[in-house]
């Protein structure tokens, strides 16, 4: 396969997230935050099929952590510390393996174990091309890395993309693209991303490459 075979199957997977997540791995895209937040990315995607507003609080928490000084240390979260005791057993498991940090196996866990509920086939894959436009979402596109520019990082840039990343608030992101406009960014990828519908989480590349995340 060449480069540009590879890089169009990149874009256009829709129906295999190990396959993409294996694409970063060969590009030597170290990233355990990044992983770690694809995983609870994931659980947000299908939360609603575990019930209760526990699930949600519990993510918080582990973002927080992602974002800690040494997110690489493992998060203990035990559901029953956030005050929460009727909480379904196998919807704990998933949360304790993202807090454990197991990010992959959590995230293909949710899958496996909390599909579709009717497990239909189109479910399924739908499940699957929902991951994997998060992976594109925080991981870019590895076959055309993109460098921020420091021109882009005016104040009202930065400050734009602070606010989005802290309040998860992924529709202003045209905003943002029309101020990197203002500020000289003209590349395409960049533009693009923050401009066209899409599920965007925390890990978002342009964000993190505003804000100077890895």
């Known amino acids: 396969m060449t480069e540009t075979e590879a890089e169009a199957d990149w874009l256009c997977c829709d129906d295999h997230p190990v396959h993409l997540l294996g694409r970063v791995a060969a590009h030597q895209i170290d990233s355990d935050r990044k992983l770690l937040l694809f995983a609870v990315g994931s659980c947000r995607l299908f939360q609603d099929r575990f019930g209760g507003d526990w699930c949600s609080r519990e993510l918080e928490a582990i973002e927080q952590h992602a974002d800690g000084s040494d997110p690489a240390t493992p998060l203990r979260s035990e559901p029953e510390a956030f005050g929460?005791?009727?909480i379904p057993g196998d919807a704990t498991v998933i949360i304790r393996w993202v807090s454990a940090y197991h990010p992959?196996?959590?995230?293909?866990?949710?899958?496996?174990?909390?599909?579709p509920a009717d497990g239909s086939a189109r479910g399924i894959m739908a499940d699957h091309?929902?991951?994997c436009a998060l992976i594109r979402d925080i991981f870019g596109n590895p076959y055309r890395p993109v460098g921020v520019d420091p021109s882009w990082l005016t104040s009202t840039v930065v400050a734009l993309a602070e606010g989005i990343y802290q309040e998860r608030a992924f529709d202003r992101l045209?905003?943002?693209?029309?101020?990197?406009?203002?500020?000289g960014c003209n590349n395409d990828d960049?533009?693009?991303h923050c401009r066209e519908p899409g599920e965007h989480v925390r890990g978002c590349w342009v964000?993190?490459?505003v804000l100077g995340k890895a």
């Not at 992959?104 to 599909?115: K, S």
């Not at 943002?176 to 500020?183: H, I, K, R, T």
């Open 104 to 115: 992959i196996e959590a995230a293909f866990e949710v899958t496996r174990d909390h599909g």
């Open 174 to 183: 045209p905003i943002l693209a029309d101020a990197l406009q203002d500020a």
């Open 190 to 192: 960049v533009l693009n």
């Open 207 to 209: 964000v993190d490459l």
């Open 84 to 86: 929460y005791q009727d």
């Open 129 to 131: 091309a929902g991951q």
